[in-house]
Every structure is written in C-alpha cells, then in structure tokens.
C-alpha cells in the first residue's frame, strides 16, 4: 500500500487520541490542583517548595499522581472508547477483501454496522481492559514525568 497504507488510519487514529488528550489533560490538572490545594488545608503549607512558580502536581506525593493521572486517563478511556472500537474496526477491516474490497470502509458505515449487530454494547466491547491498561500505563508515565520534572527544577 506504500505511503497511503501506512497513513490509512491516521484521521481515525486521531479522531481518538486528540478527544482523549484533551479530556485528561482537563481531567488530570483538576484533579492535581483539587488534591495540592486539599494537601496545603491539611499541612498548612504545600510541605515541600514554597515558590509560586511551582505546579501543583510537583509538590504532590507519587501515589496521589498516580491516583489523580489514573483516574483522568481512565475518565478519558470510558469517554473516548466508542471512538476507538470504531476506528479499531475500522482499521482490522480496512485490509479484509470481499465487501470491504468493493466498497470502501467509512467510520458512519462502521458505526453503522456495530449499531445493527448489538447495539449500545457494541460500542463498548473491551472497555475494561482498555481502561486498565491506559490507567496504569498513564499513572506510571506522569509519576516519573511529575518527580522528574521536581527533581529537574531543583537543579539536582
């Protein structure tokens, strides 16, 4: 498929991931902001740099970035995942001969499709295990992009 094959996906591809940025990056900076301002009632100060430069989430300790990322990445993979059992469809059969060779795929005839074969529960086969990986993985991602950031900052 040359050049055209490696891009086949890219618009549905991100059709899913640039919703789901969004929503945990919205997600994750409540969250971050809402748990740093609890830590500072509770202590009486954010505990550890007293700069006002200093983001909220870098004075936080790790399990509560992992809770707070968690929760943001898996608050966008429930949102989101409908969008990707269709573009995740949509990419299996793009490469299927038969129907799919003598009409061309789209994400409406996808949708479509799943709609006609189960309805709503269609749209969210693998909704579990798509939110635990992303929880996870997500949650150990920014812990280290957070600490090491701090640990940056601090001219260590």
Do not use: M
């Not at 009632?41 to 550890?48: H, L, R, V």
């Not at 009409?103 to 269609?122: D, F, H, K, N």
Request: glycine share 14%.
């Amino acid at each position: 498929g040359g050049v055209g094959g490696l891009l086949k996906g890219y618009w549905a591809t991100n059709a899913v991931w640039l919703p789901w940025g969004a929503l945990f990056f919205a997600g994750y900076g409540r969250l971050t902001a809402a748990a740093a301002a609890r830590r500072r009632e509770q202590t009486g100060g954010d505990g550890e740099d007293r700069r006002p430069s200093t983001p909220a989430a870098s004075t936080l300790p790790a399990p509560t970035l992992a809770a707070c990322a968690g929760a943001a990445a898996g608050g966008a993979a429930i949102l989101t995942h409908p969008l990707d059992v269709v573009k995740t469809r949509l990419q299996v059969l793009s490469g299927c001969g038969g129907e799919a060779a003598a009409s061309p795929l789209s994400a409406r005839r996808v949708a479509t499709a799943l709609w006609a074969s189960g309805g709503a529960a269609a749209f969210g086969a693998g909704l579990s295990a798509r939110v635990a990986q992303l929880s996870l993985a997500t949650a150990l991602q920014w812990v280290t992009y957070e600490k090491a950031r701090a640990w940056v900052e601090k001219g260590v």
